[in-house]
């Protein structure tokens, strides 16, 4: 069967000039130097709000992901939704077992090409422990792909059960099959005594192993390790 997109609204709003005020508080909110909320209408009022708002694609009567928004503005000159506090869950595999769960304070769904920007305190998180944190993210849903040009830090643990750090700059990510790769500038802390840096690195969120690429360095204790 067929994709397709559901919208369930709870509750529906049409703006009305006694909704002007509201608006003016929420636009305040979202009045920073960002890309892809700075192309929202800055002078329109939205044709339509949603409050409790869901936002599901399903694959046959399975569901491949859904979002939620504590609200949502529709505009009619923008072909966006607009959310705020918006948290979601992505099925990598249709069966449950492979899940990402998704939060962030703003977020807007571009209709044309079925992404999903989200922005401020993104993070993601895995169903194998991992979690990823960013400021802004990009979700393709047709791909199921991720990417951000932003800092990033990933979390987790190693087998052994020590804390795993991994900081760098930008990251892209296949959801449905587990491929990730940081794409610069990576500082990596495994447990207490075990620091690697290199340029590029990538792993697998279903295995415990992260390769490190190019100007690699690897400090522990006393011992300095090098390579490509």
């Known amino acids: 069967m067929g994709r397709r997109v559901l919208i369930i609204v709870p509750v529906l709003i049409i703006i009305s000039s006694l909704l002007v005020f509201s608006y003016v508080k929420i636009k305040k909110r979202l009045s ?3 890309p892809s909320l700075a192309s929202m209408p800055v002078d329109e009022i939205p044709t ?11 694959d046959g009567p399975k569901s491949s992901w859904v979002l939620f928004a504590k609200k949502a503005q529709m505009f009619k000159s923008s072909e966006k939704l607009l959310f705020i506090d918006v948290s979601a869950v992505v099925n990598a595999d249709l069966e449950g077992k492979d899940v990402y769960n998704i939060s962030s304070e703003l977020g807007s769904y571009h209709i044309k090409n079925d992404k999903i920007v989200l922005e ?7 169903s194998h422990g991992y979690k990823v944190l960013t400021d802004r993210l990009e979700y393709f849903a047709k791909t199921k792909k991720i990417s951000s040009s932003n800092l990033v830090t990933i979390s987790g643990k190693t087998p052994s059960g020590e804390q795993l750090s991994i900081e760098g700059v930008g990251i892209n990510g296949d959801l449905s099959s587990g491929n990730f790769s940081i794409v610069n ?3 990596t802390k495994f447990g207490k005594n075990l620091m690697i840096s290199s340029k590029h690195a990538s792993f697998n969120t279903n295995k415990d192993v992260v390769v490190f690429e190019k100007d ?3 400090k522990k204790d006393n011992l300095d390790i090098t390579g490509d």
């Open 185 to 187: 500038k990576i500082s």
């Open 32 to 34: 920073y130097s960002d």
């Open 120 to 126: 401020k305190n993104v993070s993601v998180s895995t």
């Open 48 to 58: 339509m709000e949603i409050n409790g708002f869901k936002l599901e694609e399903t």
């Open 216 to 218: 690699m360095m690897a």
